[in-house]
């Protein structure tokens, strides 16, 4: 297992359910964390729980896609020579309805932050990255990304693009050592079902503090190789 200490370690919404909770486990692992996240007051209160300065925090609407490429240029800068090691995308919308009641706005919403923000990102840090021969990058595509579900038209055209975009980028980058790992996990009790109407158990859902951990596990896998995927879901529904 790779350690964590002293690593620079970026956390695109921090101020989620997982993020936070992988922010406090990093932290807590001795890395120079750098937290994103588009609601300054939660972004707060998250540096402040974790424990950092708020000089490690930047507010990022991660569908400006200008405003990402400027955030990870100041972080890079922050990093120094030795850059970032690993990006870890925590950001996401779950914007879960039938067909008859999705607009083109929702649709939209969700390509713009699951799909568009996430290859922004990756415009973002990539570069530094392959420049430097190492990195790894984390993104959730969730099991959405790999199989249909009632309503999640819009969640899972977000989630299987981000899927297919990470797996070509990862052709592009086999021969660079910037390594590339997709989370597949099911089911999370975060407030990202707050607003979801559909009928689930939550308390039979895999908890934001152990998807933090399958997240921290991946940030320290072993360097000779690489973790390409993992799947995390409630065992009452296994999807994939
Ligand atoms: N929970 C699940 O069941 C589940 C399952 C599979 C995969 N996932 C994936 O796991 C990731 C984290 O989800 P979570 O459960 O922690 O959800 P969450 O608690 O709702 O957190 C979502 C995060 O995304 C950020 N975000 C949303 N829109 C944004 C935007 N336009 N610009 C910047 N940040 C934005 C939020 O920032 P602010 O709060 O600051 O607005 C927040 O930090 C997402 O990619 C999600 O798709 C979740």
């Known amino acids: 297992m790779e ?49 950092i300065s708020s000089d490690q925090t930047y507010v990022l609407d991660i569908t400006n896609h200008s405003e990402v490429l ?6 890079n800068q922050a990093t120094g020579e030795q850059g970032v090691d690993i990006l870890v995308n925590a950001t996401g919308v779950g914007i879960i309805k039938p067909l008859d009641d999705l607009t083109f706005e929702d649709f939209s919403n969700s390509l713009d932050v699951n ?24 993104n959730l ?39 590339i790992t997709n989370l ?15 009928r689930v158990q939550r308390d ?5 503090d152990e998807a933090a951990r399958s997240i921290w596990f991946l940030c320290q896998q072993p360097s000779s190789g690489v973790v390409s995927e993992m799947v995390l879901q409630p065992f009452n529904h296994q999807a994939i």
């Open 3 to 51: 350690n964590l200490q002293n690593k620079n370690v970026v956390i695109a919404g921090a101020t989620g359910g997982i993020g936070h909770a992988l922010a406090k486990l990093v932290k807590n692992s001795r890395a120079n964390v750098y937290l994103t996240g588009r609601d300054a007051e939660a972004l707060k209160r998250v540096a402040k729980d974790v424990g």
């Open 184 to 198: 597949y996990l099911g089911g999370t009790d975060t407030a990202f079902w707050d607003t979801i109407d559909m």
């Open 70 to 75: 400027a955030t990870a240029e100041q972080i």
């Open 141 to 179: 595509p969730g099991v959405l990304g790999k199989t249909p579900m009632t309503g999640a038209s819009a969640y899972a055209a977000s989630k299987y693009g981000l899927n297919g975009m990470l797996k070509s980028v990862r052709e592009e980058l086999k021969r660079t050592q910037v390594r």
């Open 115 to 138: 799909l568009k923000g996430a290859f922004s990102l990756l415009k973002g840090f990539v570069p530094g990255m392959k420049k430097r021969k190492q990195g790894l990058i984390i």
């Open 204 to 208: 039979k859902f895999v908890t934001a």
